[in-house]
């Protein structure tokens, strides 16, 4: 029967079981690979997604920024000028006829920000999913990605499309002189009737700038694109299309006070629509008519904005100068520092800053100034005349105050309220210029006058008058006072002038030219101390007495009783001695002298001998220090102060 191979039943069951063993083990070794992967995977996913770098192969304009933090990649980014490089962009449109414009990028307002292209490079893979995110980043081991974050947010179309529109205007003005169908001069157009053009269209220009504006930005580059016009046909020109194309309006002149510039105005282009329609009309075809050109002025020429510079006087004071040469001197001296100066709009004008320290170098000389409250000599005494003739001319001008204080004393130069005392270092006087144009400070000594003009614009007629109300007065006293350095018989000595003192409250009223009330205003409060007259006398001189004795007696008893009984009585005395002795001292002094002399002097002076007291300063006074003056007291007499009302009649510039 040949050979048969019989298997059991338990053979085949023991067979299953093994190859079930194997597909089990398989399995488990397969679900063990996959957990292994999976786990990685989201081990790998969970370390891409916290990374705090950027991916690789990530570019910024030619920068590479991989493995770098956000901020990391923003400095790295403007270090290396990241956000100039805007300014190697830019468009260049031409149209057929040759003639073209340019704009940069950063003309039309675009800017590469370093810190947003920071930002794109580390979010860059970063707003999938999680699992997506992780792909993202194995992908970018692979290829290049390169990122140019260009900030459009001050993108500036209004002046692309008024390059634009200019330069179409002009491209089809250009077309009305071809063939000579159409020409422009200074006075008229001459056009051919029927005669055709092919004119740009105004929008497309705009598109094809835009469009090759934003494709230079992302590559870098400067790109030119020639400007074809859609319909490649001539079209008869009319009325409409001619006022549009030679039309312009007038463009007034405008002036920045921040940057002084004026921009250049510009005459306008029109002609009289309704008077040309009716000469086409009745004009034949391929016959010239001529249409009158209209030439507008601008309301504000550029010249009329260069007139207005130091066109008006704002105010002028003038007071006048006393004392010593030494003090006439030094205003001069600080006048002619300040002379000239010009201020922009906004500018602060300082005295300490513009005078500088006051020194026997500069020329200044010793004068009169107030120290400490007392009048000292000191280099540069005086020089608050300048300044206080300065402030009075800011306050007419109805200028801006920064920085001001009135004297320890009154002054005799100017009303109550108007002066402005300095000293270096301590005490300035600072004013701005308010105005909207530039302002001069000039300066004149003539003689004994010391006059500031201040010059700038001004575009009104107002004025202004000044005043003040005083709040208290403190006469002064006068004080007589013998001193040695008077000699006997001479006349008395005023040694310091007296100064009344007063509390003013100064005020400003600005009218209009037809004298109506603008606007009143609260300027200050000014405090004088007050100073007492001194005067010295000489010396009283003692008169002596003929008969007063000169020498006071000098004698006195030399001898003293002697005689004494030397014989003692045996019986005790009866009678008690009523007696006395008979020899007493004769040569004690029983006469006294009737005056005694004297060397204190008898007489007294008329007025009080006390030394003069003064009032204390005003409590935000702050004396100058040793090395600078504050100004020269007025000289002796003190001069009456003129009143109020005769300073309103101040010329009003």
């Known amino acids: 029967m040949g050979n048969i191979k019989w298997i059991s039943g338990k053979g085949k069951k023991v067979q299953k079981r093994k190859r079930r063993t194997g597909l089990r083990t398989a399995v488990v070794i397969l679900l063990i690979l996959i957990a292994g992967l999976a786990i990685l995977t989201v081990s790998f996913g969970y370390y891409v997604n916290n990374l705090d770098t950027i991916y690789p192969n990530v570019w910024a304009d030619g920068h590479m920024l991989s493995g770098l933090t956000l901020d990391e990649a923003n400095r790295a980014l403007q270090d290396v000028g990241y956000e100039s490089n805007v300014d190697g962009v830019s468009a260049t449109v031409r149209f057929p006829d040759g003639a073209g414009f340019s704009i940069s990028g950063s003309e039309a307002g675009f800017a590469l920000n370093a810190q947003e292209a920071a930002w794109a ?67 008229s157009i001459v056009i051919t009737k029927g005669a055709g053009v092919n004119p740009a269209d105004e929008n497309e220009v705009y598109d094809l700038t835009v469009t090759t504006l934003y494709k230079a930005l992302e590559e870098s580059a400067h790109l030119t694109a020639d400007f074809v016009p859609s319909e490649m046909q001539m079209q008869e020109i009319d009325l409409d299309f001619l006022f549009d194309t030679i039309a312009i309006e007038p463009q007034p002149a405008t002036y920045d006070p921040e940057t002084l510039e004026i921009t250049e105005s510009r005459q306008g282009i029109s002609f009289d629509m309704d008077a040309a ?51 006439r001197r030094n205003v001069t001296i600080a006048a002619m520092a300040v002379n000239g100066k010009e201020l922009n709009p906004g500018e602060v004008f300082s005295f300490n800053d513009t005078v500088g320290r006051r020194t026997a170098e500069k020329g200044y000389s ?147 030219k037809d004298d109506n009330l603008l606007r009143e205003e609260y300027v200050g409060k000014s405090s004088y101390s007050k100073q007492d007259r001194l005067i010295l006398l000489p010396m009283t001189e003692t008169e002596e007495d003929p008969d007063a004795p000169t020498d006071a007696p000098t004698d006195a008893p030399t001898d003293a009783p002697t005689d004494t009984p030397t014989d003692t009585p045996t019986d005790s005395p009866t009678d008690t001695p009523t007696g006395t002795p008979s020899e007493t001292p004769t040569e004690t002094p029983t006469e006294t002298p009737s005056e005694t002399p004297s060397e204190t002097p008898t007489g007294t002076p008329d007025e009080p001998t006390e030394t003069p007291s003064h009032d204390e300063p005003p409590p935000d006074y702050e004396a100058p220090p040793d090395d600078g003056p504050a100004d020269e007291p007025p000289p002796s007499p003190q001069p009456q102060l003129p009143p109020e009302d005769s300073y309103d009649e101040l010329p009003r510039g």
């Open 121 to 187: 490079a580390y979010n860059y893979g970063r707003n999938g999913t999680f699992f997506e995110n992780e792909m993202e980043y194995v992908r970018s081991y692979f290829k290049e990605t390169t990122l140019r974050e260009v900030s459009k947010a001050s993108y500036n179309d209004e002046f692309v499309r008024s390059i634009v529109k200019e330069n179409t205007r002009r491209f089809n003005a250009s077309l009305i002189n071809v063939d000579n169908d159409f020409d422009i001069n200074a006075t």
């Open 277 to 327: 329609k009716r000469l086409l009309d009745a004009a034949e075809n391929g016959s010239q008519i001529v249409i009158p050109l209209v030439r507008l002025e601008p309301e504000v020429t550029s010249e009329y904005f260069e007139s207005l510079f130091y066109r008006d006087i704002l105010y002028s004071s003038t007071t006048t100068v006393g004392g010593t040469s030494n003090r």
């Open 366 to 512: 010793e004068a009169a100034a107030y120290v400490g409250g007392t009048t000292v000599q000191e280099i540069g005494g005086g020089i608050c005349q300048v300044s206080s003739t300065i402030y009075n001319s800011v306050l007419y001008a109805d200028l801006e105050v920064v920085e001001r204080r009135n004297h320890l004393f009154t002054v005799s130069y100017l009303p109550l309220g108007n002066d402005a005392t300095v000293n270096w270092g301590t005490i300035d006087f600072r004013f701005r210029n308010s105005t909207d144009y530039p302002l001069r400070i000039e300066i004149e000594v003539d003689g004994n006058q010391l006059t500031v003009t201040l010059v700038g614009t001004k575009l009104d007629e107002n004025y202004v008058k000044i005043s003040y109300t005083e709040t208290k007065t403190t006469p002064y006293s006068v004080v007589q006072r013998e001193d040695e350095s008077v000699p006997p018989g001479a006349q008395p000595v005023v040694k310091q002038d007296g100064h009344t003192g007063h509390v003013v409250e100064t005020y400003k009223y600005v009218y209009d």
